[in-house]
């Protein structure tokens, strides 16, 4: 295992340079078979050379571990992942600095980004960058590779910074729209996901509301109520019973389910998360020896859940039940 530690600075591509051709290059095809805030499992085949790679960190400067396999253990482990993406890989010299420019197919054609390493921070911070490279993106999550296969586009995602400046090859958007659909092959793999149900707690109306978040069992992660289904309960009517039992919240649904996927091990989970509104808050539960519980803001728990697409369905129950929805 070959373990390093990045720093690379990323920029958007207004046009490609001259020395370079759309959709020449090396062809990439990446996945995660893993990911969180903090680290990620990346899957890759570049030309002929398959890696895995696991990744830890974010911004300018990580720590990669990777390893080389075989063309066969890349086919077996492919099918695996479920977020992907394709793109071109063109490599130009700068001076001293070696540009990886990378051109995205799919549904995120028209993206161009490049992508510059360097031996340390001092020469990061003062690399000047040629003209045609547009803004900086080095940071900003919405451009991390990771997060384009997951969301499929950068203004599918929790803003994390400004809308997109026109000249990237992709539209202005002040509010990011629900995401993309899924390619057949990505979608097919959702259906066959397992599945669970679960609700989302929500206190208060009028701008003030709030949502209720429960530990894990062995305490180390911020949930909501989930269970599996039950064949002779309708899924809302399950989500209220583990809200109830989880939680020690009672109420009733209020909106239709936002879908969360993620992984656990090697199996896909689709979790249908039902919108809660309160209306008790008991003193004592079924398992409250077992869980922690607390009541926080939308922002205290978008900061406290790990997943991502559990974050981004936060974000729009926020934009819809912060207001005059729950009555």
């Given amino acids: ?21 759309p959709g020449k290059g090396t062809k990439i095809q990446q996945g995660y078979l893993s990911q969180s805030e903090e680290s990620e499992v990346r899957l890759r085949r570049a030309g002929k050379k398959c890696t895995l790679t696991v990744k830890q960190g974010k911004g300018l400067e990580r720590k990669a571990h990777t390893t080389r396999i075989s063309q066969k253990q890349f086919e077996t482990l492919w099918p695996a992942v479920l977020h992907k993406i394709e793109k071109q890989r063109q490599v ?4 001293s600095y070696r540009i990886e420019i990378d051109e995205f197919s799919g549904d995120l054609k028209g993206l161009m980004l490049a992508e510059v390493e360097f031996s340390d921070r001092k020469t990061a911070d003062t690399f000047e960058p040629p003209p045609w490279l547009g803004p900086e993106v080095t940071g900003d999550e919405r451009f991390t590779n990771s997060s384009l296969a997951t969301y499929r586009h950068p203004d599918s995602q929790i803003s994390t910074g400004p809308p997109l400046s026109s000249g990237t090859g992709l539209p202005v ?9 899924l390619p057949d092959d990505i979608a097919s793999a959702m259906e066959d996901a ?13 701008g003030d509301s709030k949502v209720v978040l429960i530990t894990t069992r062995n305490n180390n992660r911020w949930i909501f109520p989930k269970g599996n289904p039950e064949p002779d309960m309708a899924d809302p009517e399950v989500a209220l019973m583990e809200a ?3 939680a020690g919240v009672k109420g009733e649904i209020n909106g239709l389910p936002q879908a969360v996927y993620y992984w656990k091990g090697f199996s896909r989970y689709k979790i249908a998360y039902y919108p809660m509104k309160v209306s008790e808050i008991l003193k ?14 939308f922002d205290e728990a978008v900061e406290l859940v790990e997943n991502r697409s559990l974050k981004q369905a936060l974000t729009l129950l926020e934009q819809k039940y912060t207001g005059s929805n729950l009555v």
Wanted: proline share 11%; charged share 25%; glycine share 4%.
């Fill in 1 to 21: 295992m070959n373990t390093v530690i990045e720093i690379e600075r990323k920029f958007l591509v207004n046009s490609l340079p001259p020395l370079t051709a």
């Fill in 92 to 95: 130009l010299k700068h001076g």
């Fill in 173 to 181: 958007s002040e509010v990011p729209p629900e995401p993309a659909p």
């Fill in 194 to 206: 397992k599945h669970a149900v679960g609700a989302i707690p929500i206190v208060g109306n009028n």
């Fill in 244 to 246: 109830a039992e989880e």
């Fill in 284 to 297: 004592n539960w079924d398992e409250k020896k077992q869980r922690q519980r607390k009541v926080l803001s």
